[in-house]
Protein backbone atom coordinates (compact mmCIF):
# COMPACT_ATOMS: atom_id res chain seq x y z
CA UNK A 1 0.00 0.00 0.00
CA UNK A 2 3.48 2.20 0.77
CA UNK A 3 3.95 1.62 -2.78
CA UNK A 4 0.66 2.41 -4.01
CA UNK A 5 0.36 5.85 -2.43
CA UNK A 6 3.83 7.52 -3.88
CA UNK A 7 2.72 6.21 -7.46
CA UNK A 8 -0.74 7.94 -6.48
CA UNK A 9 0.86 10.81 -5.29
CA UNK A 10 2.61 11.20 -8.27
CA UNK A 11 -0.45 11.40 -9.96
CA UNK A 12 -2.05 13.71 -7.86
CA UNK A 13 -4.51 10.57 -6.96
CA UNK A 14 -5.68 9.78 -3.23
CA UNK A 15 -5.59 6.66 -1.99
CA UNK A 16 -9.00 5.02 -0.22
CA UNK A 17 -6.98 3.92 3.20
CA UNK A 18 -9.95 3.70 5.20
CA UNK A 19 -11.43 1.56 2.35
CA UNK A 20 -8.72 -0.69 1.74
CA UNK A 21 -8.67 -1.42 5.52
CA UNK A 22 -11.97 -2.36 5.58
CA UNK A 23 -11.90 -4.43 2.39
CA UNK A 24 -8.85 -5.81 4.27
CA UNK A 25 -10.60 -6.54 7.82
CA UNK A 26 -13.66 -8.30 5.77
CA UNK A 27 -10.82 -10.38 3.88
CA UNK A 28 -9.27 -11.48 6.81
CA UNK A 29 -12.56 -12.29 8.26
CA UNK A 30 -13.98 -14.33 5.72
CA UNK A 31 -10.74 -16.24 5.44
CA UNK A 32 -10.86 -17.12 8.89
CA UNK A 33 -14.60 -18.06 8.49
CA UNK A 34 -13.20 -20.61 5.79
CA UNK A 35 -11.29 -22.21 7.86
CA UNK A 36 -13.17 -22.61 10.74
CA UNK A 37 -15.31 -24.46 8.18
CA UNK A 38 -12.90 -26.36 6.76
CA UNK A 39 -11.57 -27.76 10.38
CA UNK A 40 -15.08 -28.42 11.21
CA UNK A 41 -15.43 -30.55 8.00
CA UNK A 42 -18.68 -28.32 7.14
CA UNK A 43 -20.42 -29.62 11.04
CA UNK A 44 -20.40 -26.34 12.43
CA UNK A 45 -18.52 -27.67 15.73
CA UNK A 46 -15.21 -25.72 17.02
CA UNK A 47 -12.81 -28.68 16.89
CA UNK A 48 -9.85 -26.53 17.98
CA UNK A 49 -7.65 -27.47 21.19
CA UNK A 50 -7.89 -24.11 23.43
CA UNK A 51 -6.69 -23.72 27.35
CA UNK A 52 -9.63 -25.75 28.96
CA UNK A 53 -9.00 -28.79 26.25
CA UNK A 54 -4.92 -28.88 27.29
CA UNK A 55 -5.52 -28.45 30.92
CA UNK A 56 -8.36 -31.98 30.81
CA UNK A 57 -5.10 -33.70 29.27
CA UNK A 58 -3.10 -33.32 31.99
CA UNK A 59 -6.06 -34.38 33.94
CA UNK A 60 -6.47 -37.16 32.03
CA UNK A 61 -2.54 -38.06 31.76
CA UNK A 62 -2.69 -37.42 28.15
CA UNK A 63 0.99 -36.86 27.15
CA UNK A 64 2.18 -34.67 24.15
CA UNK A 65 2.29 -36.39 20.50
CA UNK A 66 5.58 -38.29 19.11
CA UNK A 67 5.76 -36.78 15.93
CA UNK A 68 9.40 -38.13 14.93
CA UNK A 69 8.28 -40.47 12.37
CA UNK A 70 6.73 -37.69 10.23
CA UNK A 71 10.32 -37.38 8.77
CA UNK A 72 10.33 -40.79 7.10
CA UNK A 73 8.57 -41.84 3.97
CA UNK A 74 6.26 -44.80 3.16
CA UNK A 75 6.00 -46.70 6.17
CA UNK A 76 2.60 -47.13 8.52
CA UNK A 77 3.07 -46.40 12.36
CA UNK A 78 1.74 -48.20 14.94
CA UNK A 79 0.13 -46.64 18.42
CA UNK A 80 -2.71 -46.38 20.76
CA UNK A 81 -5.20 -43.51 20.72
CA UNK A 82 -4.67 -40.92 23.94
CA UNK A 83 -8.07 -38.92 23.23
CA UNK A 84 -11.41 -38.48 21.05
CA UNK A 85 -12.42 -35.01 20.56
CA UNK A 86 -15.93 -33.83 18.95
CA UNK A 87 -15.38 -30.26 19.15
CA UNK A 88 -15.44 -27.33 22.16
CA UNK A 89 -18.61 -27.30 24.01
CA UNK A 90 -20.06 -30.37 22.28
CA UNK A 91 -19.68 -32.65 25.90
CA UNK A 92 -21.58 -31.78 29.28
CA UNK A 93 -18.21 -30.95 30.68
CA UNK A 94 -17.55 -28.43 27.62
CA UNK A 95 -13.88 -29.85 26.36
CA UNK A 96 -15.32 -32.17 23.80
CA UNK A 97 -14.13 -35.28 24.84
CA UNK A 98 -15.05 -38.59 24.69
CA UNK A 99 -13.99 -42.26 25.31
CA UNK A 100 -15.45 -43.39 22.14
CA UNK A 101 -16.29 -41.75 18.76
CA UNK A 102 -18.49 -43.26 15.85
CA UNK A 103 -19.77 -41.81 12.40
CA UNK A 104 -23.00 -39.96 14.53
CA UNK A 105 -20.65 -37.71 15.61
CA UNK A 106 -19.72 -36.36 12.10
CA UNK A 107 -16.05 -34.15 12.67
CA UNK A 108 -13.98 -36.11 15.11
CA UNK A 109 -10.27 -35.17 16.23
CA UNK A 110 -8.20 -37.88 17.29
CA UNK A 111 -5.04 -38.04 19.48
CA UNK A 112 -2.66 -40.87 19.47
CA UNK A 113 1.06 -41.71 21.32
CA UNK A 114 2.88 -41.34 17.99
CA UNK A 115 2.39 -40.05 14.58
CA UNK A 116 3.60 -40.14 10.78
CA UNK A 117 1.29 -37.38 9.72
CA UNK A 118 2.57 -33.95 9.01
CA UNK A 119 0.79 -30.76 10.97
CA UNK A 120 0.08 -28.35 9.09
CA UNK A 121 2.80 -25.88 10.24
CA UNK A 122 5.68 -23.75 8.65
CA UNK A 123 4.00 -22.19 5.20
CA UNK A 124 3.28 -26.46 4.75
CA UNK A 125 0.24 -28.03 4.31
CA UNK A 126 -0.91 -30.90 6.27
CA UNK A 127 -1.00 -34.54 5.58
CA UNK A 128 -4.14 -36.65 4.98
CA UNK A 129 -4.80 -40.35 5.24
CA UNK A 130 -6.28 -43.30 7.81
CA UNK A 131 -6.69 -43.99 11.21
CA UNK A 132 -7.77 -48.18 11.20
CA UNK A 133 -8.08 -50.22 14.22
CA UNK A 134 -9.60 -53.64 14.67
CA UNK A 135 -12.94 -51.87 15.34
CA UNK A 136 -13.41 -48.78 13.02
CA UNK A 137 -11.89 -46.38 10.70
CA UNK A 138 -11.16 -42.54 10.63
CA UNK A 139 -10.57 -40.74 7.47
CA UNK A 140 -8.08 -38.01 8.35
CA UNK A 141 -8.52 -34.53 6.25
CA UNK A 142 -6.47 -32.05 8.38
CA UNK A 143 -4.24 -32.62 10.67
CA UNK A 144 -3.20 -29.27 13.42
CA UNK A 145 -0.88 -29.24 16.03
CA UNK A 146 -1.68 -27.40 19.35
CA UNK A 147 1.37 -26.93 21.74
CA UNK A 148 2.86 -30.68 20.97
CA UNK A 149 -0.42 -32.26 20.75
CA UNK A 150 -0.82 -33.66 17.16
CA UNK A 151 -4.89 -33.17 16.57
CA UNK A 152 -6.19 -35.81 13.66
CA UNK A 153 -9.21 -34.39 12.21
CA UNK A 154 -11.55 -36.32 9.87
CA UNK A 155 -14.96 -38.26 10.21
CA UNK A 156 -15.20 -41.65 11.55
CA UNK A 157 -16.39 -43.77 7.88
CA UNK A 158 -16.93 -46.92 9.98
CA UNK A 159 -17.18 -48.56 13.18
CA UNK A 160 -16.19 -46.50 15.99
CA UNK A 161 -12.94 -46.04 17.52
CA UNK A 162 -12.14 -45.65 21.07
CA UNK A 163 -9.46 -44.17 23.40
CA UNK A 164 -6.72 -47.16 24.13
CA UNK A 165 -7.38 -48.35 20.71
CA UNK A 166 -4.37 -50.12 19.16
CA UNK A 167 -4.13 -48.36 16.07
CA UNK A 168 -2.76 -47.87 12.99
CA UNK A 169 -1.86 -45.21 10.67
CA UNK A 170 -1.11 -44.07 6.96
CA UNK A 171 -0.32 -41.22 5.20
CA UNK A 172 -1.12 -40.79 1.83
CA UNK A 173 2.63 -40.51 0.27
CA UNK A 174 1.19 -40.19 -3.52
CA UNK A 175 -0.13 -36.76 -1.84
CA UNK A 176 3.04 -35.68 0.25
CA UNK A 177 5.22 -36.19 -2.71
CA UNK A 178 4.57 -33.02 -4.36
CA UNK A 179 4.16 -30.96 -1.25
CA UNK A 180 7.63 -32.23 -0.08
CA UNK A 181 8.89 -30.77 -3.87
CA UNK A 182 7.09 -27.85 -3.72
CA UNK A 183 8.36 -27.33 -0.07
CA UNK A 184 12.39 -27.68 -1.56
CA UNK A 185 11.76 -25.66 -4.27
CA UNK A 186 10.73 -22.41 -1.97
CA UNK A 187 14.21 -22.95 -0.06
CA UNK A 188 15.99 -23.49 -3.74
CA UNK A 189 14.16 -20.25 -4.98
CA UNK A 190 15.17 -17.96 -1.60
CA UNK A 191 18.61 -19.26 -1.88
CA UNK A 192 18.71 -18.57 -5.88
CA UNK A 193 17.17 -14.68 -5.12
CA UNK A 194 19.98 -14.88 -2.16
CA UNK A 195 22.64 -15.45 -4.42
CA UNK A 196 21.52 -13.29 -7.34
CA UNK A 197 21.00 -10.23 -5.33
CA UNK A 198 23.41 -10.61 -2.22
CA UNK A 199 26.03 -12.41 -3.96
CA UNK A 200 27.99 -15.47 -2.71
CA UNK A 201 30.32 -13.09 -1.36
CA UNK A 202 27.54 -11.51 0.54
CA UNK A 203 28.72 -7.53 -1.21
CA UNK A 204 24.84 -7.28 -1.69
CA UNK A 205 24.49 -7.46 2.59
CA UNK A 206 27.17 -4.75 2.71
CA UNK A 207 24.89 -2.43 1.22
CA UNK A 208 22.06 -3.31 3.48
CA UNK A 209 20.35 -6.21 1.10
CA UNK A 210 18.78 -8.63 2.64
CA UNK A 211 16.55 -11.65 2.06
CA UNK A 212 13.91 -12.98 3.97
CA UNK A 213 11.83 -15.81 3.79
CA UNK A 214 7.95 -15.60 5.03
CA UNK A 215 4.29 -15.56 4.43
CA UNK A 216 5.40 -19.25 2.25
CA UNK A 217 2.37 -21.31 1.58
CA UNK A 218 3.06 -24.61 0.09
CA UNK A 219 0.71 -27.80 -0.86
CA UNK A 220 0.77 -30.09 -3.42
CA UNK A 221 -0.29 -28.06 -6.19
CA UNK A 222 1.76 -24.72 -5.88
CA UNK A 223 4.24 -23.00 -3.88
CA UNK A 224 4.57 -19.40 -2.30
Keep these: MDLTQLMCEEKKLELDVAG????????KELS???RKAKMSGGSGKEMVLEAEQTAAFATRGVGTTDDSAKYVWDEDVATEVTACFI????TEDKTGFKDKVAKED????IIVKATNFYAEQGGQIYDTGTIKCSKGTVRVDA??????FILHLGEVTSGTVSVGDAVTLTVDYVRRRPIASNHTMT???NFALRDVLIGKEGVGAEEGLSIDQKGSLVDEDKLR
Design 187 to 189: HVL
Design 87 to 90: GRNE
Design 32 to 34: QAA
Design 106 to 109: KAVG
Design 143 to 148: VQVYGG
Design 20 to 27: FNAKMEEE
